[in-house]
């Protein structure tokens, strides 16, 4: 497809268990960015790769959050013991000037 | 620490009229600026920027203006169309002359045109 794709689109988990959100950005895009939006609240920066560059992690909340993105290519939001804080739309977003966003993934931790 | 701001929650306008959605900033870093809309369910969708070595930027019916000084953009469409009602964020980088960087996004605007 022409966008940036995320899966799944909605993920129920229980308390404490380990979950992986996957983003297919825009064949040919650079950069790519992980947001969450919580309840209520506008979108929060999570993490950024650039080209071949270290990831700007700055934005992830805790050690239980980790990222990787694979060939320059797809990448994995990996949220490990998760807590119902958590629970939020996880946005991806690829760009090579103006970042385009993907349709998001809904977290729900129960 | 909020470094973007949107004050209004929501918006209603008359469909033809003006719509004016504002953003406050508070760092001074911050060199580029993006409207997003997004409709539920969806991600958001690129809108306009600017740059800020400019003041105004327009495309069609959507206008920003950036006021260093007061550190105040706004996103003004004209006229204003049901199809417009969405929400509405304002977005900040650091992005050194580009348009590359994470953004810094506002809480959004709730804009609902009626006809």
């Known amino acids: 497809g022409a966008g940036v794709s995320q899966s799944p689109s909605n993920k129920v988990t229980e308390k404490g268990k380990d979950v992986e959100l996957r983003c297919d950005p825009i064949s040919g895009h650079t950069a790519l960015y992980w947001y969450r939006q919580s309840l209520g609240q506008g979108l929060e920066f999570l993490i950024y790769?650039?080209?071949?560059?270290?990831?700007?992690k700055s934005g992830l909340p805790s050690d239980r959050f980790s990222a990787e993105r694979t060939g320059g290519s797809v990448s994995t939001l990996t949220i490990q013991r998760t807590q119902q804080e958590d629970s939020a739309v996880y946005l991806c977003?690829?760009?090579?000037?103006?970042?385009?966003f993907g349709p998001g993934t809904r977290l729900t931790v129960t | 620490d909020q470094q973007v701001k949107q004050n209004s929650p929501s918006l209603s306008v008359q469909e033809g009229r003006i719509s004016i959605l504002n953003c406050d900033y508070t760092?001074?870093?911050?060199?580029?600026f993006l409207w997003y809309k997004k409709y539920p369910a969806e991600g958001p969708t690129f809108l306009i920027s600017?740059?800020?070595?400019?003041d105004k930027n327009e495309d069609g019916r959507f206008t920003v203006f950036l006021n260093k000084s007061a550190k105040h953009l706004s996103l003004h469409i004209v006229p204003s169309q049901p199809g417009d009602s969405a929400v509405y964020f304002c977005a900040a980088s650091i992005a050194g002359g580009t348009s590359y960087g994470k953004l810094t996004f506002g809480q959004g605007t709730i804009l609902t045109v009626h006809p």
């Open positions: 760092n001074s870093m911050f060199d580029y």
């Open positions: 600017i740059s800020s070595i400019k």
């Open positions: 790769f650039q080209g071949n560059s270290a990831p700007d």
């Open positions: 977003a690829s760009s090579l000037s103006e970042q385009y």
